[in-house]
């Protein structure tokens, strides 16, 4: 079972910067689209970004140009940068890779996810 590795989550105040990383071991060979999502507790998992292999990205509204999504497939990589934090981002944020169609290795046909990693933005 593939297992995405998020890092970069932490504390700041709002207005504050993070860099959140995603590590899948398959993305330079299978180049899923990559997504980021993130939890409050107690309500739905929403979609904040993702990106596809050709490198078109799109945004939840609540982020538009304030978070930037980027990929670097020789690291095996997918980074969201989030500026100008505000205390509703604090959420879990979780990192996903969605599978490949049936023309791709095995190993690229599976979804995967990131055990998340925490934001928290004090006012």
């Known amino acids: 079972q593939v297992q995405l590795q998020e890092s970069g989550g932490g504390s700041v105040q709002a207005g504050g910067s993070l860099r959140l990383s995603c590590v899948d071991s398959?993305?330079?060979?299978?180049?899923?689209?990559m997504s980021w999502y993130r939890q409050v507790s107690g309500k739905e998992r929403e979609l904040v970004s993702s990106?596809?292999?050709?490198?078109?990205?799109n945004y939840a509204n609540s982020v538009k140009g304030r978070f930037t999504i980027s990929q670097d497939f020789g690291k095996n990589t997918v980074y969201l940068q989030m500026n100008s934090l505000e205390p509703a981002d604090t959420a879990m944020y979780f990192c996903?890779?969605?599978?490949?169609?049936?023309?791709?290795?095995?190993?690229?046909?599976?979804?995967?996810w990131g055990q998340g990693t925490l934001v928290t933005v004090s006012s």
């Open positions: 990106i596809d292999s050709n490198g078109r990205s």
């Open positions: 996903k890779s969605s599978a490949r169609g049936w023309q791709f290795p095995y190993a690229c046909r599976t979804d995967a």
């Open positions: 398959r993305y330079k060979s299978c180049r899923n689209t």
